[in-house]
């Protein structure tokens, strides 16, 4: 898994290191890094290097800091570079000296000439606000933006983003790269952060083993390539956990095939399903074993329970006899609609079972009321309230346990904003449970597959979410190098 830590913690990392280390050193670290990667793109984009032009927008802070000496780095390499100060009398002294000393032009950015300067760059640098940055980028800020059509690198994180959500409420800067350090923050994996901040380098500059536990978690391919249950010699049909299935209903049998769709492609052994649907369900999988109600359904591992049940008596009947089956369960869709509704059924929980809730955000709401513009503050304080994993959908999803533990998975496109995604990702959440593995890490496991299996049956056009779901073995094999 990959890390992402809070601006406190990573301010609480360098004060540690700031024992040991000068506080010039690690800037100068951090700039170095800076201008090898302002370097990678001018070639990237202009095919050398010496004699292009480079604009450096400079906020009052450390970040302004960083961007003058890299500029300076920068001069060494025959670059043309300007400084547009936002705060001219309070921009980075020892940056801005070396940044002269080095031959650089500085300005400020309030002068009419800023803008054809920034608009003439073949690289723009983004040092306006860094870890510090609150509230919407400042306006003198944004209108220097307009000007600029070059590719941006942005220093740390993208100036406009909130470093602790990933909120854009104004203008931003849409990087090209954002190299930062010590470790990834917030606001690049959440919301539109990552959209912003484009392909994003960690530099460790020292930081990173002053770190500690990061405050949030990404899965990645190898996470997934060695977690995703596959059968082994000893294994049979049961051994690897039976999946039950309570979704669908005469009215709405799609739910239905798509549940059972995903979790007979997730895992190997056995699915059940259980409901009015049985009789479409067993035309489209043949191979899963279907019963009328869940009371006839047979021994299972987990349960998911709720897509297409509906929000009356038979589906609070339904997800009554569930909660009393004492397995890991996934609550999805009409189910958690009806535990919001009807607060008694919570008592029909044994306190022991791990429940999985999977709320987009009309059903968290409902649940527990609107979701803040802190995601993951949210989702984690519903986790605790609940005592259960609650993984929040969207482009970005966050699956946080009671214990305050939280996942984050940044899809790569939105191709799975589609009618019935989300069964998907409910069928997959159930198999991984059933295969025993721990639910916060079923939930986020699956949510990842699923994320990806929907790139993969996009590539580029519009899906449905059986297109989705036939997506599944690909996306594992591709997890597990095997395509
Ligand atoms: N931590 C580390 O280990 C290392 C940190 N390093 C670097 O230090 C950076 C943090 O520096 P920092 O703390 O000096 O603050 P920083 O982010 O430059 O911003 C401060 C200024 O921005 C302004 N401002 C605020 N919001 C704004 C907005 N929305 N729009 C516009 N402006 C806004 C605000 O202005 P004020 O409110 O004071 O008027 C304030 O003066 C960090 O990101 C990294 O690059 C590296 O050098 C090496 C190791
Ligand atoms: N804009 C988006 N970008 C990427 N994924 C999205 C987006 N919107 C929704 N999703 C994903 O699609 C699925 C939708 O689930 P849900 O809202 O329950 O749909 P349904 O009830 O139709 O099955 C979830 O996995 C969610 O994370
Ligand atoms: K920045």
């Known amino acids: 898994m990959r890390g992402v830590w809070t601006a406190d913690q990573v301010r609480a990392a360098e004060k540690q290191l700031a024992e040991r280390v000068p506080e010039t050193t690690l800037m100068y670290r951090a700039a170095f890094g800076v201008a090898i990667a302002a370097t990678e793109l001018l070639r990237e984009h202009r095919g050398r290097v010496s004699g292009t032009r480079v604009a450096l927008l400079v906020g009052a802070g450390n970040n302004g800091g960083d961007a003058?000496?890299?500029?300076?780095?920068?001069?060494?390499?025959?670059?043309?570079?300007?400084?547009?100060?936002?705060?001219?009398?309070?921009?980075?002294?020892?940056?801005?000296?070396?940044?002269?000393?080095?031959?650089?032009?500085?300005?400020?950015?309030?002068?009419?000439?800023?803008?054809?300067?920034?608009?003439?760059?073949?690289?723009?640098?983004?040092?306006?606000?860094?870890?510090?940055?609150?509230?919407?980028?400042?306006?003198?800020?944004?209108?220097?933006?307009?000007?600029?059509?070059?590719?941006?690198?942005?220093?740390?994180?993208?100036?406009?983003?909130?470093?602790?959500?990933?909120?854009?409420?104004?203008?931003?800067?849409?990087?090209?790269?954002?190299?930062?350090?010590?470790?990834?923050?917030?606001?690049?994996?959440?919301?539109?952060?990552?959209?912003?901040?484009?392909?994003?380098?960690?530099?460790?500059?020292?930081?990173?083993?002053?770190?500690?536990?990061?405050?949030?978690?990404?899965?990645?391919?190898?996470?997934?390539?060695?977690?995703?249950?596959?059968?082994?010699?000893?294994?049979?049909?049961?051994?690897?956990?039976?999946?039950?299935?309570?979704?669908?209903?005469?009215?709405?049998?799609?739910?239905?095939?798509?549940?059972?769709?995903?979790?007979?492609?997730?895992?190997?052994?056995?699915?059940?399903?259980?409901?009015?649907?049985?009789?479409?369900?067993?035309?489209?999988?043949?191979?899963?074993?279907?019963?009328?109600?869940?009371?006839?359904?047979?021994?299972?591992?987990?349960?998911?329970?709720?897509?297409?049940?509906?929000?009356?008596?038979?589906?609070?009947?339904?997800?009554?006899?569930?909660?009393?089956?004492?397995?890991?369960?996934?609550?999805?869709?009409?189910?958690?609609?009806?535990?919001?509704?009807?607060e008694n059924l919570w008592d029909e929980r044994d306190p022991d079972t791990p429940l999985v809730l999977t709320p987009h955000a009309g059903e968290f709401a409902r649940l527990v009321g609107p979701v803040r513009a802190d995601r993951v503050a949210s989702v984690r304080r519903a986790a605790a309230t609940f005592d259960a994993v609650v993984l929040l959908k969207g482009k970005t999803t966050v699956i946080a346990a009671p214990d305050g533990r939280v996942l984050v998975d940044q899809a790569r496109g939105s191709w799975a904003a589609t009618a019935g995604s989300g069964d998907v990702l409910s069928g997959l959440i159930g198999a991984l449970l059933a295969s025993g593995l721990d639910p916060w890490l079923a939930a986020g496991y699956a949510a990842a597959m699923h994320s990806s299996a929907a790139e993969l049956a996009a590539r580029g056009a519009p899906i449905g979410a059986s297109a989705l779901s036939a997506a599944i073995p690909a996306a594992i094999r591709r997890a597990r190098r095997l395509d």
């Open 68 to 342: 003058l000496w890299a500029g300076a780095f920068l001069r060494e390499r025959g670059v043309r570079v300007d400084a547009l100060l936002l705060a001219p009398d309070r921009a980075h002294p020892a940056g801005l000296a070396a940044f002269r000393a080095a031959g650089g032009s500085a300005l400020d950015a309030s002068t009419t000439t800023a803008g054809s300067v920034a608009a003439r760059a073949d690289l723009v640098i983004d040092g306006i606000v860094g870890l510090s940055a609150h509230g919407p980028l400042r306006p003198s800020a944004a209108a220097l933006l307009e000007h600029v059509t070059a590719p941006i690198l942005a220093v740390d994180l993208p100036s406009g983003v909130d470093p602790a959500t990933g909120e854009v409420t104004g203008a931003a800067v849409s990087a090209a790269r954002t190299v930062t350090f010590g470790g990834l923050k917030p606001g690049h994996v959440l919301g539109a952060g990552a959209d912003h901040s484009g392909h994003v380098e960690v530099l460790d500059i020292g930081l990173t083993a002053a770190l500690g536990e990061p405050d949030l978690s990404l899965v990645d391919a190898s996470d997934l390539a060695r977690a995703w249950p596959v059968p082994g010699p000893d294994d049979d049909k049961y051994s690897q956990g039976v999946v039950g299935v309570a979704a669908g209903s005469a009215v709405y049998p799609g739910a239905a095939v798509l549940v059972t769709s995903a979790a007979v492609r997730a895992t190997s052994g056995m699915v059940r399903y259980a409901g009015p649907a049985a009789d479409v369900v067993r035309d489209h999988w043949p191979e899963a074993i279907v019963t009328g109600t869940v009371a006839d359904a047979g021994r299972v591992q987990s349960w998911t329970v709720g897509p297409g049940i509906g929000t009356g008596d038979s589906g609070r009947d339904v997800l009554r006899q569930v909660l009393r089956a004492g397995v890991p369960t996934c609550v999805d869709a009409d189910a958690i609609t009806l535990l919001a509704q009807n």
